[in-house]
């Protein structure tokens, strides 16, 4: 096939997971509910400190997560 990045090349053989924070296609590494974390991702939020703004950023996708698989409603967004 022509086009194919190489990113995606290895898609048949690895289970990509679209990661829910960087939104790219990553490696299964962390799921919550659902949703992959990436390892990138999973590192930087262990590493950040309580008071680092990308802490919270981090914190609001994690929120985020966990209220859309708590909803039971369905998807009115
Ligand atoms: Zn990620």
Not at 14 to 38: A, D, F, R
Not at 44 to 64: C, P, T
Request: charged share 30%; with cysteine.
């Amino acid at each position: 096939m022509i086009g194919v990045e190489t990113d995606w090349e290895c898609y048949a053989m690895v289970e990509l997971m679209e990661c829910s924070i960087c939104c790219k296609p990553k490696k299964e590494n962390l799921i919550l509910l659902g949703k992959n974390i990436c390892s990138e991702c999973e590192e930087r939020i262990v590493q950040s400190n309580a008071g680092d703004l990308s802490y919270s950023v981090f914190l609001e996708k994690i929120k985020d997560i966990l209220r859309t698989a708590g909803s039971k409603e369905p998807s009115i967004w």
